[in-house]
């Protein structure tokens, strides 16, 4: 079992920046990929960033790549995502998952653990 809990959140002016984090516990940190995803009211769940067990490699949407980096720090167990240049449709809760059981991955069925979301909100 795995216990994710997300923090950082609030809101922002557009072209601000917000540094979110993630702790996990429960499990050991560094055997699993972890990943960010967003919620915006009325929408599906969204891909945003994922990190390899070792921080090696890092996948990114579209809309965000180049203004988000995701990273992590094994040894306090917890992943972050630093967002800069934000924007209005950035607007969104955004939630941290563990994929306990597989690779680096944007596919969301794929990711086994959630936490319960941070919401982070711009105003233009």
């Known amino acids: 079992q795995i216990q994710l809990v997300e923090s950082g959140g609030g809101l922002a002016q557009a072209g601000a920046s917000l540094r979110l984090s993630c702790a996990a516990s429960?499990?050991?940190?560094?055997?699993?990929?972890m990943a960010w995803f967003r919620q915006a009211p009325g929408l599906e769940r969204k891909f945003v960033a994922a990190?390899?067990?070792?921080?090696?490699?890092?996948n990114y949407a579209d809309s965000v790549k180049g203004r988000f980096t995701i990273s992590r720090d094994n040894d306090k167990n917890t992943v972050y995502l630093q967002m800069n240049s934000l924007k209005p449709e950035d607007t969104a809760v955004y939630l941290c998952?563990?994929?306990?059981?597989?690779?680096?991955?944007?596919?969301?069925?794929?990711?086994?653990?959630w936490g319960q979301g941070t919401q982070v909100t711009v105003s233009s």
């Open positions: 998952a563990a994929n306990v059981f597989g690779e680096l991955t944007m596919i969301r069925a794929q990711y086994d653990y």
């Open positions: 990190i390899s067990r070792d921080g090696g490699i890092t």
């Open positions: 429960g499990r050991t940190f560094s055997n699993y990929p």
